[in-house]
C-alpha cells in the first residue's frame, strides 16, 4: 500500500475541504460517456469525474481515486468496480469519521 | 411543656364531629392486619381512650418516628364509623403536635353508656344534631314540604322520646326549616357549638328506639365522603366521581363455573382513584350506564383489597358492586373531577423503572412502524405496533401498541407523523418491558391521548418545536440490529475465558463475531432416530443390528437411520481461539449441506476429493455465531461447552452498521 500519498475517504460534501489532495470516494454512476463520468456521492449529491476514464465496464458503484478539483468535481486517477449493492450509508458514515474525531487515525 | 388536649374530644368524634380538628394524645399503637399493614392507635382526650385506626397512607409516619407511643396529635381529617357495634375512628390526616409527652391525665376507656351527647357539650340546650324520624312515613322523602304537618301533629311524643331533656319546645318549629331531605334537625341557629351543618358524617348511628313501633333502617342518604377515606369499616358511604377507564365484557370459566365481569375506574375531586367491578347480575345493571368522562354518584358496595397484578391504581382497596348498590350519573358537569390523572415519568427515568411496572408517560411520537400480525403463544393472532417517543430527558423509549390499539390510535398516529406532524402521545398505565432494553407496551387498561390539552403536553410541544425536536436522544431500548438477534450480547473469543462464561447457573447466550478456523472432519455426524414422538423427532443415536437400525429409546427397529450433525470445530477471532459443538441445524449453516449428504458423499461414494473441497470451502469464513455457554461435569472434570445455536454467514453491511453504532456509542461516554 502506497503511504507516500494517502488518497481521503470522502463523499461529496467534504469535496472542497481537499480541493488540490488525493481522494477517494465511492460514487453510484449514472452516466458515463467520453468526457466523464456523472454520479452520485454517497451523501446524496451529483459529482462529476473527469481525467482518466475507465477502460473497463461500470459497475452501480465504482470506488474513484483522484485530485480534488473543487466543488462536486474528482479529476480521476484509479477506477475500482465496487458492484451493483452497496450500503452507502456506512460509507458515508466512515467519510465522516475519518474526516472528524477520528481523523489522527486515518493517513 | 404544659398541654391541654381538647376535651371531650373522643365523646364528640363518636357524636360525629368531623370538624374540630382536636389535639389528642397516642396512648399505645398496634400493628395489626394480616394482608394490609395497619396501625392501630389508642387516643386520648385526657378523660377518655378510644381505639382509632390509622389510614394506611399514614403508616410511614409511624415507622419513620414521625409519631410515636407518647405523641400528642392534631386530628385533622377522621371520621367515626361503626363496625360490629363497635366505634372505631378511622385518622386519615393528622399532624403530630409534641412528639414526646408524658401520659396526660388519667384517661378510660371510651363507652357508649357515658353516650355521645350529654358529654360531648354539657352547656349547650341542645348538644347533638336531633334524629327525627317519622315513624309512620318512613322512606326518605316523605318528610316532605307539602307535609309538613305530619312531623309535628301525629307523633309529638317520639321526639321526647328518642332525646329526652336535650328537645325543648321553644325550639321544635326548627323543624320545619330544616332541609326536608336529611332527618336532620339543624342546629346553626341554635347558638350550638358543635357540628356545622354542612359537614356531617358519613354515617349517623341509628338512634336508640325505646319507644314502639317498628324498628326502622336508616334511610338518610349516605354523605359523600373522598375515595381516599373508603375502607371496609365503614358501613355507608358515598362517592361523587368520574369515571376515566371503563373496561371490556369479559366472560370467564372457572372452577366455579361461567361468569361475565367488568371493571371501570373512578377519580374524584381530591385525586383519589379506586377501581370498581361487577359481575353477572350486577353487569347487566351498571355496564349501560357506566360511560367514560362522565360523573356519578355511587353508594353502597363491599370494599376488598384490590388484585394488584389487575389493578395498579393507587388504592389498596378495590369496590365490589353488588344488587343494592345505587350507580346514579350526575347530569350537571363537576369540573373540580378531573379528566384523569396522570404522573408522568419522564423517560430517563424509566430505565430504571421495575420491569412489569405500570407507569404514565408522555412523549413527542418521533416514528411509528407498520402494524405487523404477531401469533400469540395461545394460538391467537394478534396486531404489533411498535413506535418511538422522546420527551425532554434526552432520552427516547420505544412504546409498542399490541390489538385495537394499533389500527385505532397507532394508524391514527401513523398518518401524522408521515406528513411530518410529530405529535405529542400521553400514555396512561402502560407496562415496563425489560426484555430489551426498557420498552413500554400496551396493557387491557392502558390508554392513549394523542395531542392532549394540558400543560405537559404544551410544554412538551414547545420544547420541542424551539429545538427539541432535533436534540439528540438516546434510546433505553436496544435497537434491533439487521441480522443480529435482537437481544444480543456481544462478546470476543477470549472475553469466554476471562469474563469465565458458562460458570453461572444459567447458561450465557452470546454473540460472537468469528472465522471457522478447523472442521473435525471424521466423526462429523451421528446415526439418528427418525422415529416421531409427539410432534418431535426422537434424534437418539441408533445402533446397527444387522441391517437394520435399533433406538433403545423408542424399542423400535427400521431399515434406514437418520444422519444429524455433531460438529466439532474451531473458531477464531483477532483475541483467540475455541473449540465450539454444532448440532444438527447449525452444523448445516456451517457446512451449507444436510448431513446425510456429506457422510455418503464420504463413506458411501468415498469421494474425498469432493468432501475435502467441500470442508475447504468453509473454513477461514467469517460468520456471526450465537453461542450457548454452559459448564458442564465430564466424568469428575468441570469443562465449558460451547454450543452453536445459530451460525450466520456475516453480512458485512450490517455488521458495519453495528459498528458503527458502537462507534457512536462509544462517543457518548
Given amino acids: 500500500m502506497d503511504t507516500s500519498n494517502p488518497a481521503v475517504f470522502v463523499n461529496g460534501e467534504l469535496?472542497?475541504?481537499?480541493?488540490?489532495?488525493?481522494?477517494?470516494?465511492?460514487?453510484?454512476?449514472?452516466?458515463?460517456?467520453?468526457?466523464?463520468?456523472?454520479?452520485?456521492?454517497?451523501?446524496?449529491?451529483?459529482?462529476?469525474?473527469k481525467g482518466i476514464l475507465p477502460s473497463f465496464a461500470l459497475t452501480n458503484f465504482v470506488e474513484v481515486i483522484g485530485i480534488s478539483d473543487g466543488d462536486r468535481s474528482i479529476r480521476a486517477e484509479m477506477w475500482n468496480n465496487f458492484g451493483n449493492t452497496f450500503d452507502t450509508d456506512n460509507y458515508n458514515q466512515l467519510c465522516k469519521l475519518a474526516n472528524g474525531e477520528f481523523k489522527h487515525l486515518f493517513i | 411543656m404544659p398541654v391541654n388536649l381538647t376535651p371531650n374530644a373522643i365523646a364528640a368524634i363518636n357524636g360525629g364531629?368531623?370538624?374540630?380538628?382536636?389535639?389528642?394524645?397516642?396512648?399505645?399503637?398496634?400493628?395489626?392486619?394480616?394482608?394490609?399493614?395497619?396501625?392501630?392507635?389508642l387516643i386520648s382526650d385526657s378523660v377518655s381512650t378510644q381505639h382509632a385506626m390509622l389510614a394506611t397512607q399514614l403508616n410511614d409516619r409511624v415507622k419513620s418516628g414521625r409519631v410515636k407511643k407518647g405523641s400528642v396529635v392534631q386530628l385533622i381529617d377522621y371520621i367515626c364509623s361503626t363496625v360490629q357495634n363497635r366505634k372505631i375512628i378511622v385518622v386519615l390526616n393528622m399532624e403530630t403536635i409534641i412528639l414526646d409527652c408524658e401520659p396526660i391525665g388519667n384517661p378510660k376507656m371510651f363507652t357508649e353508656s357515658e353516650s355521645t351527647t350529654q358529654k360531648a357539650t354539657p352547656n349547650s340546650n341542645i348538644e347533638h344534631p336531633v334524629r327525627v324520624n317519622n315513624y309512620n312515613t318512613p322512606i326518605r322523602g316523605s318528610f316532605n314540604p307539602q307535609n309538613p304537618g305530619t312531623f309535628n301533629t301525629q307523633n309529638p311524643g317520639s321526639f321526647s322520646n328518642?332525646?329526652?331533656?336535650?328537645?325543648?319546645?321553644?325550639?321544635?318549629?326548627?323543624?320545619?326549616?330544616?332541609?326536608?331531605?336529611?332527618?336532620?334537625?339543624?342546629?346553626?341557629?341554635?347558638?350550638?357549638?358543635?357540628?356545622?351543618?354542612?359537614?356531617?358524617?358519613?354515617?349517623?348511628?341509628?338512634?336508640?328506639?325505646?319507644?314502639?313501633?317498628?324498628?326502622?333502617?336508616?334511610?338518610?342518604?349516605?354523605?359523600?365522603?373522598?375515595?381516599?377515606?373508603?375502607?371496609?369499616?365503614?358501613?355507608?358511604?358515598?362517592?361523587?366521581?368520574?369515571?376515566?377507564?371503563?373496561?371490556?365484557?369479559?366472560?370467564?370459566?372457572?372452577?366455579?363455573?361461567?361468569?361475565?365481569?367488568f371493571s371501570f375506574d373512578l377519580l374524584d375531586?381530591?385525586?383519589?382513584?379506586?377501581?370498581?367491578?361487577?359481575?353477572?347480575?350486577?353487569?347487566?345493571?351498571?355496564?349501560?350506564?357506566?360511560?367514560?368522562?362522565?360523573?356519578?354518584?355511587?353508594?353502597?358496595?363491599?370494599?376488598?383489597?384490590?388484585?394488584?397484578?389487575?389493578?395498579?391504581?393507587?388504592?389498596?382497596?378495590?369496590?365490589?358492586?353488588?344488587?343494592?348498590?345505587?350507580?346514579?350519573?350526575?347530569?350537571?358537569?363537576?369540573?373540580?373531577?378531573?379528566?384523569?390523572?396522570?404522573?408522568?415519568?419522564?423517560?430517563?427515568?424509566?430505565?430504571?423503572?421495575?420491569?412489569?411496572?405500570?407507569?404514565?408517560?408522555?412523549?413527542?411520537?418521533?416514528?411509528?412502524?407498520?402494524?405487523?400480525?404477531?401469533l400469540r403463544k395461545n394460538g391467537m393472532e394478534t396486531q404489533r405496533r411498535i413506535l418511538n417517543l422522546k420527551d425532554t430527558s434526552g432520552k427516547s423509549v420505544e412504546l409498542t401498541l399490541w390489538g385495537d390499539f394499533c389500527n385505532k390510535e397507532g394508524q391514527k398516529l401513523q398518518e401524522?407523523?408521515?406528513?411530518?406532524?410529530?405529535?405529542?402521545?400521553?400514555?396512561?398505565a402502560g407496562k415496563v418491558n425489560d426484555f430489551n432494553g426498557k420498552t413500554i407496551g400496551t396493557i387491557s387498561s392502558t390508554q392513549l391521548f394523542i395531542n392532549p390539552d394540558f400543560p405537559e403536553a404544551r410544554d412538551l410541544r414547545e420544547w420541542f418545536d424551539q429545538g427539541g425536536k432535533n436534540a439528540a436522544t438516546v434510546s433505553i431500548t436496544r435497537e434491533i440490529m439487521a441480522g443480529g438477534s435482537k437481544n444480543e450480547i456481544r462478546k470476543t473469543v477470549s472475553q469466554i475465558k476471562s469474563e469465565g462464561l458458562g460458570r453461572a447457573e444459567k447458561p450465557d447466550w452470546v454473540t460472537v463475531r468469528a472465522f471457522i478456523t478447523f472442521i473435525k472432519s471424521d466423526n462429523f455426524c451421528y446415526t439418528a432416530c427418525p422415529l416421531m414422538i409427539g410432534d418431535r423427532q426422537c434424534n437418539k443415536k441408533v445402533t446397527q443390528a444387522g441391517n437394520r437400525w435399533q433406538c433403545d429409546r423408542c424399542n423400535q427397529e427400521f431399515d434406514e437411520c437418520d444422519?444429524?450433525?455433531?460438529?466439532?470445530?474451531?473458531?477464531?477471532?483477532?483475541?483467540?481461539?475455541?473449540?465450539?459443538?454444532?448440532?444438527?441445524?447449525?452444523?448445516?449453516?456451517?457446512?451449507?449441506?444436510?448431513?446425510?449428504?456429506?457422510?455418503?458423499?464420504?463413506?458411501?461414494?468415498?469421494?474425498?476429493?469432493?468432501?475435502?473441497?467441500?470442508?475447504?470451502?468453509?473454513?477461514?469464513?467469517?460468520?456471526?455465531?450465537?453461542?450457548?455457554?454452559?459448564?458442564?461435569?465430564?466424568g469428575d472434570e468441570q469443562r465449558v461447552k460451547i454450543t452453536v445455536i445459530k451460525a450466520e454467514q456475516l453480512n458485512y453491511s450490517s455488521e458495519s452498521r453495528y459498528l458503527l453504532d458502537l462507534i457512536s456509542k462509544s462517543q457518548r461516554k
Fill in chain 2, 416 to 428: 401524522m407523523v408521515d406528513v411530518g406532524f410529530f405529535p405529542v402521545l400521553a400514555v396512561k
Fill in chain 1, 15 to 49: 469535496l472542497h475541504m481537499h480541493v488540490g489532495r488525493r481522494v477517494r470516494a465511492v460514487i453510484q454512476v449514472i452516466q458515463s460517456d467520453n468526457v466523464g463520468v456523472t454520479g452520485k456521492s454517497t451523501d446524496g449529491l451529483q459529482v462529476v469525474v
Fill in chain 2, 563 to 634: 444422519y444429524r450433525y455433531l460438529l466439532q470445530a474451531q473458531i477464531q477471532d483477532q483475541t483467540g481461539l475455541t473449540w465450539v459443538t454444532a448440532f444438527q441445524e447449525s452444523g448445516e449453516e456451517i457446512l451449507g449441506c444436510p448431513a446425510k449428504e456429506l457422510y455418503m458423499l464420504k463413506y458411501e461414494l468415498q469421494d474425498d476429493i469432493r468432501f475435502g473441497e467441500i470442508i475447504r470451502s468453509r473454513v477461514f469464513n467469517q460468520y456471526l455465531f450465537r453461542l450457548k455457554i454452559k459448564e458442564e461435569l465430564y
Fill in chain 2, 17 to 41: 364531629d368531623v370538624n374540630s380538628k382536636p389535639l389528642v394524645q397516642v396512648m399505645d399503637i398496634k400493628l395489626i392486619g394480616s394482608t394490609q399493614e395497619r396501625y392501630r392507635f
Fill in chain 2, 162 to 261: 328518642q332525646n329526652p331533656g336535650s328537645f325543648t319546645t321553644s325550639n321544635s318549629g326548627t323543624f320545619r326549616a330544616s332541609n326536608p331531605s336529611t332527618f336532620w334537625a339543624p342546629n346553626s341557629g341554635n347558638n350550638v357549638q358543635g357540628f356545622r351543618p354542612t359537614v356531617q358524617p358519613p354515617y349517623q348511628p341509628p338512634p336508640n328506639y325505646r319507644n314502639h313501633g317498628p324498628i326502622l333502617k336508616n334511610e338518610a342518604p349516605a354523605r359523600i365522603i373522598p375515595i381516599a377515606a373508603l375502607n371496609p369499616y365503614q358501613g355507608r358511604w358515598a362517592i361523587k366521581a368520574r369515571v376515566t377507564a371503563k373496561g371490556d365484557l369479559r366472560r370467564y370459566n372457572n372452577a366455579r363455573g361461567d361468569g361475565k365481569v
Fill in chain 2, 269 to 374: 375531586s381530591d385525586g383519589g382513584e379506586i377501581r370498581v367491578t361487577c359481575f353477572n347480575a350486577v353487569v347487566d345493571r351498571f355496564y349501560d350506564i357506566i360511560e367514560v368522562g362522565r360523573v356519578y354518584l355511587i353508594s353502597k358496595g363491599s370494599l376488598k383489597p384490590a388484585q394488584k397484578n389487575f389493578n395498579h391504581l393507587k388504592n389498596e382497596w378495590e369496590i365490589f358492586l353488588e344488587a343494592t348498590s345505587t350507580v346514579d350519573l350526575c347530569p350537571e358537569e363537576d369540573a373540580s373531577i378531573p379528566r384523569q390523572q396522570f404522573s408522568f415519568r419522564p423517560i430517563s427515568e424509566i430505565e430504571n423503572a421495575e420491569n412489569n411496572s405500570i407507569l404514565d408517560v408522555i412523549g413527542i411520537v418521533i416514528s411509528v412502524n407498520p402494524s405487523v400480525p404477531i
